[in-house]
């Protein structure tokens, strides 16, 4: 059987990923995680049955438990979504973001290298190595213009530049060892089982507990969102049809202003959970969820504006996003309110939604 080791599958967009493989490809899936405090087995509770599925718990950025995985399952691609994800976190420390994102898929670039010269040169050229990155690559846009796959890198953060310099090394594990490596840069996406440190999630349970909604600077600062089973399908495309060395920007054309997100959510809210039927609203006297919005310092060095071109993909490999913007925000809206035990389960370890990456030292 062929075997897919998915890395970080515990994660938001990795348990995704997961459950599409299996549904959608006859493949064995292994998903190796660390399990930090973003992944949580509970996102992957009723695929655990599933006679395709296997788990490992190991780090990305340990080279003899990777070596031991591949020569255990003899894999014919690799989905890397193992990072550290959180901007704010990455101000904080971002030590942890180098040893992951960076040496990590250098392991696994390393570990691949090895592995395929004691393959067949048939299972060589059929292999794959997807790198999933981000378009925070691409740095910070004006008013105007998108990102094509051809923009150069200008990172602003620890985050964007520790999964930038990801990206180089999967491009130099191309051109100098012929290891058939794919990128894909996404714009942010939202849907189930996002930890609820990210903006939409944590706008819908603060919302739901009757807490404040907290918008950094000014609300005006533009992402292009895309519904995670729309980015799971990209991987799967350029997984199926992508050429090795190429890279693939993925993204809807979905921008709006962090204000007009929580908006939304706050319109969604007030239809499915209307605040006279919500204690946590009542006892403030308060009638709309719009009324929790709080403006708050704004995150050092926030980029202000993203937007992705994604006609390659669609173009090349025939991808387009199925679900809309609003669609989406009310799947998820409603998925976070019936999935509350899932909520409590991953805020158990230290997260507690509070305000993280204010907290360092100005140079
Ligand atoms: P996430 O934080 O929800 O999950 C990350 C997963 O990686 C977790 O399960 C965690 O336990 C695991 N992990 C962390 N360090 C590890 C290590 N050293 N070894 C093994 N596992 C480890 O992240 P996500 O939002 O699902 O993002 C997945 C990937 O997609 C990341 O590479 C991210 O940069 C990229 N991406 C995310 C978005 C987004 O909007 N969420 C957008 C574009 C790209």
Not at 172 to 189: D, H, I, K, Q
Not at 276 to 297: H, I, R
Not at 323 to 340: F, H, M, P, Q, S
């Amino acid at each position: 059987m062929d075997t897919l080791i998915v890395t970080g599958g515990a994660g938001f967009i990795g348990s995704n990923f997961v459950r599409l493989a299996l549904n959608e490809t006859r493949r064995q899936v292994v998903v190796l995680d660390k399990l930090t405090y973003a992944g949580n087995l509970c996102s992957l509770d009723e695929l655990a049955r599933h006679s395709r599925f296997v788990f490992e718990r190991a780090d990305i950025s340990d080279q003899s438990a990777m070596e031991r995985v591949f020569s255990c399952y003899q894999p014919s691609a690799l989905v890397n979504l193992a990072a550290e994800t959180h901007v704010d976190r990455s101000i904080e420390n971002p030590r942890p973001f180098i040893e992951t994102n960076i040496v990590g898929t250098y392991v696994l670039l390393e570990t691949t290298r090895k592995y395929l010269k004691t393959r067949s040169t048939r299972k060589q050229t059929r292999f794959r190595f997807l790198q999933v990155s981000t378009d925070e690559v691409y740095g910070t846009l004006g008013p105007a213009g998108r990102f094509s796959e051809a923009t150069p890198y200008v990172p602003n953060s620890p985050y964007a530049a520790s999964k930038a310099s990801a990206d180089h090394l999967m491009r130099a594990y191309f051109s100098t060892f012929g290891v058939p490596t794919l990128v894909t840069n996404c714009s942010n996406n939202y849907g189930p089982f996002q930890f609820p440190e990210k903006l939409i999630p944590l706008m819908i349970l603060n919302a739901i507990e009757g807490m404040s909604l907290p918008i950094y600077g000014d609300g005006g600062n533009i992402r292009d969102w895309l519904y995670v089973e729309d980015h799971c399908r990209g991987i799967m495309a350029v997984l199926k049809k992508g050429k090795p060395g190429e890279k693939y920007n993925i993204g809807a054309g979905n921008e709006r202003t962090n204000l007009q997100i929580v908006d939304g959510i706050c319109r969604c809210l007030d239809k499915v959970l209307p605040p006279s039927e919500n204690p946590a609203m009542q006892k403030q006297g308060l009638s709309s969820y719009k009324q929790l919005k709080t403006l708050v310092p704004d995150r050092p060095g926030h980029d202000r504006r993203y937007a992705i071109d994604a006609s390659k993909i669609r173009k090349e490999l025939a991808w387009k996003p199925r679900c809309d913007l609003e669609t989406g925000l009310a799947k998820t809206v409603c998925w976070y309110i019936e999935n509350r035990s899932w909520c409590k389960q991953v805020q158990e370890g230290k997260y507690k939604r509070e305000r993280l990456g204010l907290d360092f030292e100005p140079h």
